[in-house]
């Protein structure tokens, strides 16, 4: 295959070197984004809240992977979705209490990543994406047709519980300071990664594969190790999601899903800390007033994909970034 | 009634025949997959959308037109295969110079485009589409009963492989094509029209997901889904195989939708995910793809 196709610019816009000066100002963000967090349930409906964080989270993860490490996973929904099958699971039938209940499909989540991480990074570029995929379609057909998994009605009615036994969840309130908190630190692991001497050896693997090979990294135990971070963040998210919701259904492991996140970084912006967040906001906050035009949405979202793909590489956050000249 | 490991052959023969119908889907589509990547370097998505768009052509022909099923066997890949050269040409063509993530994510935008809006027209039941008059019926064989139709399907589907494997390898054109996927810049330098190669390429690429359509609609009913569930076993299936070589992955295709078939009758639980747990074995042993180059 002709794999020699100049690459004028690299997926990810080219890393600006960060100073202090930028991560006062990331750090400034993240303030804001924990007051925002604390205000916003006052204004606005908390189980929307609830559904934009998730996917948030779910994003951050996702851009973890591709962003950071380059590797464009199409099977996303694997992850996201059998966490949340495990965790409503074991919230009702097993009655574990809602903490251990995400905690095991946020485990399960790891374990499937390792799994098919070990599988799909024998591959490189497109053929990493369609194994993914092609793994995550397995996923489906498998919660398909399971028996725990209740097949097409999924495992409805999922109590909330009580937080380590004590908080009662059902009150929507309580149910956002959870989902706010693992969202926070969800974010916070994920810009530490990042920035962590792991993170940048992530990058140089994304930039130049080969150049990192030669440097002496073993650049598929680094692949390998944030496809697995990766999938346990985005189960993390899954898991949440479905003691939120108290449902999960075969919506969460479909091709589809894994559509939508890449959709909400591509939006938000690849390779920015925040533009996932921005990215799940506008999808989630479109698809719910769009809801009534039924199969438009497929339509739209499929608009913005080629609008984003074509004219808006660099996403909102991307965007913001390049005009003020700050890494975000 | 004659058995083979305690299955009457009816069922097994039938089942391998389905098989056989399948594989012949997964060959057209994968061969179109592999020509495409490889001159244009970008795994079409949409390749499952314009095959259900190709089924929804036939129907619109005969429903609207009242062209039947030879005229819907020429004319919906023309259809298909000009609405392809649109797409490369408007949209396809601006990313050439770009990684090649963003040819997925473009191609998949444009699969949810065209299967959103055929969702929208004709609802999800899927449409009925009759087996030409000339077709029905079928051979009584000794050890099963041969529809005619699904003969032909494996006839045509074998007949259009093996003519593309022919004009890529043994005509000048082929040549060009070959040599272009090689080296693009320096079949440009020798004066070939590489950006209009890439076009047709693409176009051809398609039309071929169109003529499939055409041949399964009258087999599964046409219904603007069935892009979208085939296309990820048709990835599975380029994944096994490799896109380095055009027999390749005719070859695999015809293969695993056999396999396929085989599982419905032994175990019919793993018939839908059979192919994927194919691929993660070959990924074990020869992560290249049986008839890849290792890069």
Redesign the interface.
């Known amino acids: 295959m002709a794999d020699t196709a100049a690459i004028d610019s690299a997926p990810i816009a080219a890393a600006l070197p960060e100073s202090r000066d930028d991560k006062a100002l990331q750090r400034k963000i993240f303030l804001g984004l924990a007051v925002l967090l604390v205000v916003a349930p006052l204004v606005l409906y908390p189980v929307y809240l609830m559904k934009v964080l998730c996917f948030a989270l779910f994003a951050l993860a996702f851009n973890l992977l591709l962003g950071y490490g380059g590797l464009l996973s199409f099977g996303h929904a694997a992850y996201f979705g059998m966490a949340s099958y495990l965790a409503a699971y074991s919230a009702k039938v097993w009655g574990l209490t809602p903490e251990v209940a995400i905690l095991l499909g946020t485990v399960t989540a790891a374990v499937l990543g390792l799994v098919f991480g070990a599988l799909a990074i024998r591959r490189q570029g497109i053929y990493f994406s369609m194994i993914t995929l092609a793994l995550a379609q397995m996923a489906f057909f498998f919660a398909l047709q399971a028996k725990f998994t209740g097949g097409e009605d999924g495992i409805q009615a999922v109590p909330r519980g009580n937080l380590f036994g004590v908080v009662s969840l059902a009150d929507d309130r309580a149910m956002y300071a959870l989902v706010a908190t693992v969202f926070f630190l969800g974010m916070l692991a994920i810009y530490r990664i990042i920035h962590s001497p792991f993170g940048q050896v992530l990058k140089a693997i994304r930039d130049n594969e080969n150049r990192a090979v030669s440097l002496g990294y073993r650049v598929n135990q680094y692949k390998l190790a944030v496809f697995v971070l990766s999938a346990t963040l985005a189960g993390l998210a899954g898991a949440t999601k479905a003691i939120v919701f108290q449902l999960a259904s075969l919506t969460d492991v479909h091709w589809s899903m894994s559509g939508e996140v890449v959709l909400m970084t591509l939006v938000g912006g690849m390779g920015t800390v925040f533009g996932p967040i921005v990215g799940a906001l506008v999808i989630v906050t479109m698809e719910t007033y769009l809801a009534q035009f039924g199969a438009w949405v497929t339509v739209i979202q499929g608009c913005v994909f080629v609008l984003c793909v074509l004219l808006f590489r660099e996403g909102v956050v991307g965007l913001i970034a390049r005009k003020i000249r700050k890494p975000l | 009634m004659m058995t083979i490991f305690g299955v009457p052959t009816q069922a097994l023969f039938g089942q391998l025949l389905l098989g056989l119908i399948n594989g012949s889907f997964y060959a057209i589509l994968s061969l179109g997959l592999a020509i495409i990547?490889?001159?244009l370097?970008i795994?079409n998505f949409a390749h499952g959308a314009l095959y259900m768009m190709g089924a929804f052509v036939a129907w619109m022909l005969l429903t609207y037109f009242g062209l039947g099923y030879w005229w819907a066997l020429g004319l919906a890949p023309l259809v298909v295969g000009v609405f392809g050269i649109i797409l490369e040409r408007v949209?396809i063509a601006?990313?050439?110079?770009?990684?090649?993530?963003?040819g997925?994510?473009?191609t998949?935008?444009?699969?949810?485009?065209?299967?959103?809006?055929f969702?929208?027209q004709y609802g999800v039941s899927g449409l009925p589409y009759a087996i030409p008059a000339e077709l029905s019926g079928g051979q009584r064989l000794p050890f099963m009963f041969l529809p005619n139709y699904r003969a032909w399907v494996v006839v045509a589907s074998l007949a259009v492989c093996i003519a593309t494997w022919l004009v890529i390898e043994k005509t000048k054109l082929g040549a060009y094509l070959r040599a272009a996927?090689?080296?693009?810049t320096l079949v440009q330098a020798f004066g070939v029209n590489v950006p209009l190669f890439l076009t047709l390429t693409y176009g051809f690429g398609v039309a071929l997901a169109g003529f499939a359509g055409v041949l399964a609609a009258p087999i599964y009913s046409v219904n603007p889904n069935m892009g979208?569930d085939i296309i990820?076993?048709v990835?599975?299936v380029?994944?096994i195989g490799g896109?380095?070589s055009i027999l390749g992955s005719v070859i695999t295709g015809f293969a695993l939708g056999l396999v396929e078939g085989l599982t419905k009758v032994f175990y019919p639980?793993a018939s839908?995910?059979v192919i994927?747990?194919i691929?993660?074995l070959v990924?074990?042993v020869k992560?290249?793809g049986l008839f890849g180059?290792t890069?």
Do not use: C, W
């Not at chain 2, 601006?94 to 963003?102: E, G, P």
């Open positions: 990547f490889g001159l370097n795994i949209l601006r990313l050439y110079k770009l990684d090649h993530l963003y997925l994510l473009l998949f935008g444009l699969a949810l485009i065209i299967q959103g809006l969702r929208n996927t090689e080296n693009p979208a990820i076993v990835f599975a380029v994944v896109m380095g639980e839908s995910t994927f747990v691929m993660v990924l074990l992560p290249a180059r890069a």
